[in-house]
């Protein structure tokens, strides 16, 4: 049980790398291509903001689960089911790093995750946890179908006021007021995909402590301690990835989608911000910063009087946005039911 709930922590601190470096584009790729913030303090900026909001949501989930009444033991095969799910949501992640697409780290972990539990229940017999299942399932479909509606929508609604408010006085005020308006949508995307990095980092740690439990961890074992480092840790893995970068992916959200001029640019990055916050704290939902930054970029940019969105590489995007769940929980159960049964 040691070896693999310590497996399962390293993997969640990959993760944290990962989620970092992959979605920090996210944030800083809008600022940097209309020279409202330098590379490296865009990076800064968004490592420390992003930083700050893991351990926000982390603080938030876990306070949730204390008032709830803490953890439920859950039957053992927990933890390998759930080291298998992390290894396939990185390499897929990883994968579509190299293939520049940006896709969320969340519906693979949350797929993964949810196919993983499916494998444990049919080669082990574990009960399924139906109200585990029900609310992975609501949460990647509705997230999936959400955040990109509400972004592209907001943007779309947006955009020709702001454009019509901003574009009063000389060219460098209007490009002064936009530049300016991006750097702020910058921080509070980063501080609210901390925040949203934060509540599933947080609740793949609850798993494996669970896991921990039905697998001969004390009952009356305090847990509180050990969730305060193991946030720091991940806030700090979110932090330091974030710094990575990840131009490759940043490429395709401000050259290959679509041609905006800085001030559509600043709505396309404000709204975003607006959303994630709105997804953690109202709706309780894992709105993606990437699909909400995506969506956003296109409708902005439909506001133009000529064909500024490029179809096809957005035809791209999106099929690998649909494919994300489908094969990291293919790979997850497959993975997952040939471990366990290997296990025993």
Request: hydrophobic share 60%.
């Amino acid at each position: 049980m040691t070896a693999v709930l310590a497996l399962v922590l390293l993997l969640t601190v990959l993760l944290g790398l990962v989620t970092g470096f992959r979605d920090a584009p996210n944030a800083v790729a809008l600022p940097v291509r209309f020279r409202a913030l330098s590379p490296r303090i865009a990076l800064v900026m968004a490592a420390v903001l992003n930083t700050v909001g893991t351990l926000l949501g982390m603080a938030m989930l876990g306070a949730a689960v204390a008032v709830v009444g803490g953890l439920d033991a859950v039957a053992a095969g927990a933890l390998p089911g759930l080291a298998v799910a992390l290894t396939v949501a990185l390499a897929w992640g990883l994968l579509l790093w190299w293939l520049r697409m940006p896709i969320s780290m969340t519906h693979a972990v949350l797929a993964a995750i949810a196919a993983a539990h499916l494998a444990a229940h049919v080669a082990l017999g574990v009960p399924l946890d139906e109200a585990f299942s029900r609310d992975a399932h609501r949460d990647v479909l509705l997230s999936l179908a959400l955040s990109p509606v509400l972004a592209w929508g907001l943007s779309r609604l947006l955009t020709p006021l702001v454009v019509r408010l901003g574009t009063t006085g000389t060219t460098v005020n209007v490009q002064h007021r936009a530049r300016l308006a991006l750097a702020l949508s910058s921080g509070m995307t980063a501080l609210g995909h901390g925040v949203q990095a934060g509540q599933r980092l947080a609740m793949v740690w609850l798993l494996a402590a669970a896991g921990a439990l039905g697998a001969g961890l004390p009952a009356a074992t305090d847990l509180t301690r050990p969730f305060a480092a193991s946030a720091v840790v991940f806030a700090a893995a979110v932090g330091a990835g974030t710094l990575g970068g990840a131009w490759r992916i940043g490429w395709t959200l401000t050259e290959r989608l679509v041609i905006l001029d800085p001030l559509r640019a600043s709505v396309a990055a404000a709204v975003p911000a607006v959303l994630l916050f709105l997804g953690s704290l109202l709706l309780h939902l894992p709105l993606s910063s990437t699909h909400t930054l995506t969506a956003s970029i296109v409708g902005a940019g439909q506001t133009q009087t000529y064909a500024s969105v490029r179809w096809p590489t957005l035809a791209r995007v999106v099929a690998w946005w649909l494919l994300t769940p489908l094969v990291c929980g293919a790979l997850a159960f497959a993975l997952g039911l040939a471990t366990l049964r290997l296990l025993g």
